[in-house]
């Protein structure tokens, strides 16, 4: 048909203000006021035309390609975009061997999938194209989440927690998990919320200097025993605290320390003190399970508290905030009651 020859009916502009009048999208709505206007110039419809796209500002191409939509399709091709999404280049298959690579192979950065997908179709994507597709299909940039390697079998772990549950549930006696940490003297960026326009920035030191802390953690009493200070951990300190622990619970009869297998806690010199001191016993964890000792989860606090995002100019005051911290965790109690429960991951 031509677009000259075209004659609206009463019937047609009713049809036309009753979508325009019901149309929320502006951008649609402008479509039906466009034809409607043409639709009404008494000088015929190429005037019309001229007039509609100097009205609303339209080129008179675009005013035309809305008239014939509406003459070849009515107004149910005018009052849609009409977009037909690009097909992907990669087939549904193929896709689903890129979700495969990136879930078992965790590619650093997205230019890796660009090129696998080049290396093993033969199709080339921008970088760009390819961070879309990895979001349309539910992937993200994660942290990975830290397990032992080389773990115990899953019958020894479970077999050390029933262990642990049933040391638990004696009377008159004290279960507590140690172990050793070397808290540096440095600020570790973590993640924090902020504003991208002014992205923080973490101001560091030299890291050279560190706390060598020798902690014992009471899943009872929420408390904390420890021996802290630059010297390096052997046989020496770990007697030192241990002193510390028999004085401290020198009201129960039997004291049971978890322990991994550090060098320090199986030396010679440790295993004669225990034997002069009967009520504690040392049960050691199978070895690769830091996963059993919840005292990992209490060294995660500390860091946290301590080190993550935290920037002390003098070694001084961030060793002052580390004995504040250590010698009333207590005060941090009723977060232990969710941070520290005593249920144990099996890997």
Known sequence: ?????????????????????????????????????????????????????????????????????????????LNNFNYKPKKSYLSRHQINQVIIFVTYENPATVKEVANYINHKFSISYSVEAVRKLLIKNGLKVIRPRTVPGNPPSQDEQKKTVEKYYEMRQLPDSAVLFGDVMHLVHQNFPGLCWGNPAFPPTAETNSGRKRLNIIGFYDPAAYSFTHLTGEENCNAE??????????????????????????????????????????????????????????????????KEKLVNNKYYKKYKTFRAKAFQFLNHADDYADEFKTLMVEKFQII
């Open 1 to 77: 048909m031509n677009i000259s020859d075209c004659i609206f009916t009463e019937k047609d502009i009713i049809r036309l203000q009753d979508c325009r009048d019901s149309q929320k999208d502006l951008r649609l709505k402008l479509r039906f006021m466009a034809i409607l206007s043409v639709s009404s110039n008494t000088d015929g419809i190429e005037a019309g035309i001229e007039q509609t796209a100097e009205i609303f500002g339209k080129h008179t191409e675009t005013v035309k390609n809305w008239l014939k939509q509406y003459l070849t399709g009515g107004v149910e091709k």
């Open 237 to 302: 300190r770990v007697i030192e605290c241990l002193e510390l622990i028999y004085k401290k619970y020198f009201n129960v009869s039997h004291i049971y320390l978890i322990l991994d297998n550090a060098k320090y806690f199986h030396a010679t010199k440790v295993s004669n003190w225990i034997d002069e001191h009967k009520k504690i016993n040392i049960v050691f964890l199978p070895s690769y399970a830091p996963n059993l000792n919840l005292i990992e989860r209490f060294w995660r606090f500390a």
